[in-house]
């Protein structure tokens, strides 16, 4: 485990730390929302459509209420208009679900089954007949009857655009002018996407894995028309979102609206298959790539544009063109995104949403125009390399990518490649080194929190914060210890209910700085208290004492010359406990995006749309990959990747992001597809035995490295945000190892063993 990733003198901010909550997660006694013990609950099954575009003409229900034990069934037919659709991702319009007979992609919730036990609401499912007027649908790409929609910039999505990149590119003496593609993936996450609903009164309790407490709790409250202070969310823990968490989905307020009817508790947990449709995605795109450079290897044309798919009522797409237009130094810049509306469940976040799957036709083209240029690819992105965004000009807060390539190439010995491609071999394995570059906007939010400091020196700090497996109770805890000078043992978090003050939404990296930057503040707000009472005429040791002079460390308030006095002693004279209410807006963040909030939106001051900086996370892949010569199986025995993100409040658990994020990425190279039915629009390998993931056979020496950074610029704390940078680039850096290994380039992910042949 790496010990360089900073922290000051004296501050447990950068040293590791194990998760306070690992031994509870390990042992089994970490509850996570299906596990809440309540008495009397029913069980929920869904249906889903057996069709992808058309009309339900009717139910046929009668095997299915004669199963002992069936409570009710709730179709379209008998809820109408009492509860309505969420908004999708991108705050716009959903797939429609039991609020009519409409049918509007495969899978789509249109019963749900409520009975005694699970195994009773599972048979009445299965036994649940539909009668459809079936129309031709759209599945994807090129499908017969999908529309085509030219974007144009919003709020929330720009198309980089500077000087003439068609003129320029026309010039160039080098040139790059490919197609790209990557495929439709799920999130697949280990705890499934159940839903626990309880009312007491007009009460409704929701147990439910999310990544936005306060975000849940207002959609829901929207969908039933009832008022937000009545709705409580809860999830202390949440096995694994990734993104497909962090919207809310159609089935919460169908459960709600079956325990309200029932009068008790009800509990769904659906099937893993189910999973794929009834929550979000990640699309397949298409990428047309135009690069045009010098003799020296300096671009002179930049032109992305890239296709995206969605469902036929939302307009949801990710344009990582944001990204990619900012990476290299380049005086020409177009770019443009379009999406096809097809017959398909709405798309969501999936980790790293624009940049996984934007930034790999750019990685792979400037691999492609290396070769072209007979470059080194770490030259050419050393060549290109700037300290300024190339759209707007703007300085990067921080930008230390070189050094993370300097680094990952010293250790994975990137001098002995040879460069010409199929030249490397081991025996019966052609060899092939690769890298790419990976990056990630540093987003923050608006905060707010609880903390209480006892005279024992014990704190208590509250927000409703998510551990998504990341390590945020761990995070915050260290934050606490270090603004309090406690122990960080000494520290308890509660996250996981809205009943506390509300964070944004795990999503978008940000995480870490909203939450770390809210506690911060609390602490400084304690620190201000004590001090103020301390230096009072009469008061101790720092009677009229100059208050700037004094800070809390080792259990003590501390001052120059020496002089202490215990953490008791001052926290007793404000009166016993104190507490305090935190609030944190950040920088250039309007003034109602604290009351947003509170009210479930979700507001971020982004790394590409500040006045003063664009900030970003930077970072290097370096991967050996090995192909057998007559099987052309495929391996990828070794992998170094370096990281640049500002300050690291807990490397150990930073580490494991990294890691996860870099395995992933290798898994978007050679493994994970969502195949689809063309015919049907349907998903057919929706399960974990035909849905490929890497094994640990699969991922051999994996190391990270975490290159030192300081960013005063970023924000206070200096924190970029690592949780979904680890796998941007990785499946470019795969696909340029391939390359090199056997000299055939593959532009379209997955890179399966047939692609080789």
């Known amino acids: 485990m790496p010990d360089d990733a900073g922290g000051a003198p004296h501050s447990v901010l950068g040293r590791p730390h194990v998760r306070l909550d690992g031994r509870a997660k390990v042992t089994g006694q970490a509850r996570y929302p299906s596990d809440e013990p309540l008495p009397n609950a029913a069980w929920a099954c869904l249906v889903t459509s057996a069709i992808a575009r058309g009309r339900i003409r009717g139910f ?5 209420n004669a199963v002992p034990g069936v409570l009710l069934i709730l179709t379209h037919e008998n809820v109408g208009g009492a509860v309505k659709s969420p908004a999708g991702p991108d705050g716009k319009a959903t797939t429609t679900t039991l609020e009519s007979d409409s ?59 500077k000087g003439d990149a068609a003129a320029a590119f026309a ?63 809860i999830s202390r823990y949440c096995g694994g979102g990734f993104g497909s968490k962090g919207s809310p989905t159609s089935r919460t ?5 079956a325990a309200k ?3 008790r508790p009800v509990k769904l947990v659906p099937t893993r298959d189910q999973g794929f449709t009834i929550a979000t995605y990640r699309a397949e795109t298409r990428h047309h790539m135009k690069l045009g450079a010098d003799r020296s290897g300096r671009l002179v044309s930049f032109s992305h544009e890239g296709v995206e798919v969605t469902s036929r009522p939302s307009g949801y797409n990710v344009s990582g063109v944001v990204t990619t237009a900012r990476m290299y130094a380049c005086p020409n810049i177009a770019t443009r995104v379009s999406v096809v509306h097809a017959d398909r469940n709405t798309p969501g976040f999936m980790r790293a949403p624009p940049d996984t799957p934007y930034m790999f036709p750019l990685e792979v083209a400037m691999d492609e125009l290396a070769i072209e240029l007979g470059l080194d690819p770490i030259e050419l992105r050393r060549i290109n390399d700037t300290q300024s965004d190339p759209v707007d000009g703007k300085p990067f807060s921080s930008r230390s990518l070189m050094k993370c390539f300097d680094a990952a190439a010293a250790r994975f010995g990137w001098d002995k490649r040879n460069p010409k491609p199929g030249s490397m071999r081991d025996g019966d394995w052609r060899v092939g080194f690769g890298c790419a570059t990976s990056c990630y906007p540093s987003n923050i939010g608006p905060a707010a929190a609880r903390l209480a400091l006892t005279p024992a020196g014990k704190a208590t700090i509250q927000m409703a914060g998510h551990e998504i497996g990341t390590g945020a109770y761990t995070v915050v805890a260290i934050v606490v210890a270090d603004g309090l000078g406690i122990a960080v043992e000494d520290v308890t978090v509660m996250l996981g209910d809205s009943e506390l003050p509300p964070v944004p939404g795990a999503g978008g990296s940000n995480n870490a700085a909203s939450t770390a930057h809210v506690a911060a503040k609390a602490c400084e707000a304690a620190r201000e208290r004590l001090v103020a009472a301390a230096v009072r005429e009469g008061a101790g040791v720092f009677a009229g004492a100059d208050p700037t002079g004094l800070r809390l460390a080792g259990g003590a308030l501390v001052g120059p010359g020496g002089k202490s006095e215990s953490l008791a002693t001052a926290v007793s004279r404000i ?18 995006a604290l009351a947003g909030l509170y009210q479930g939106k979700m507001s971020m001051s982004r790394g590409t749309g500040r006045k003063d900086v664009t900030a970003y996370a930077f970072g290097a892949h370096l991967v050996e990959v090995r ?84 960013d005063s610029r970023v924000n206070p704390l200096g924190i970029k945000g ?5 796998i941007v680039g990785m499946n470019a850096a795969v696909a340029n190892a391939v390359f090199h290994a056997t000299g055939k380039r593959i532009r379209d992910l997955p890179i399966r063993i047939e692609d080789l042949l």
Not at 118 to 131: L, M, S, T, W
Not at 664 to 685: C, F, M, Q
Request: aromatic share 6%; net charge negative.
């Open 60 to 64: 046929r229900l009668d095997a299915a």
């Open 103 to 161: 049918v509007g992609h495969d899978g789509q919730i249109i019963a749900v089954v409520v009975a005694e036990t699970f195994e009773a609401a599972r048979e009445a499912a299965f036994k649940v007949a539909v009668d459809y007027d079936e129309a031709q649908p759209g599945a994807t790409f090129d499908s017969p009857g999908v529309t085509l929609e030219d974007l144009k910039p919003d709020e929330t999505h720009s198309y980089p655009s």
């Open 171 to 233: 010039a160039a003496p080098v040139k790059l002018d490919a197609h790209y593609s990557t495929p439709p993936q799920h999130h697949n996450p280990m705890e499934l996407f159940t839903t626990t609903c309880v009312w007491d009164g007009p009460k409704l309790t929701i147990h439910e894995p999310t990544q936005n407490m306060w975000g849940l709790k207002n959609a829901v409250a929207k969908q039933l028309g009832v008022d937000p202070a009545n709705v409580r969310t």
């Open 253 to 257: 307020a169908w459960i709600a609206l």
């Open 261 to 263: 009817r029932l009068n």
């Open 575 to 592: 009166g016993g406990v104190l507490e305090i209410h935190a609030e944190n807006l950040p920088d250039g963040l309007p003034a109602d």
């Open 627 to 710: 192909v057998h010569d007559r099987t052309r199986e495929i391996r990828t025995p070794r992998v170094v990747s370096a990281f640049a993100a500002g300050t690291i409040i807990n490397p150990l658990t930073a580490y494991s992001q990294y890691m996860g994020g870099a395995v992933w990425g290798i898994s978007s190279a050679l493994h994970e597809a969502t195949e689809i039915d063309p015919r049907h629009a349907r998903y057919v390998n929706h399960n974990l035995a035909d849905y490929l993931v890497p094994v640990n056979a699969d991922i051999e020496q994996l190391d990270v490295i975490l290159v030192p950074e300081a």
């Open 722 to 726: 690592i949780g979904e940078i680890g």
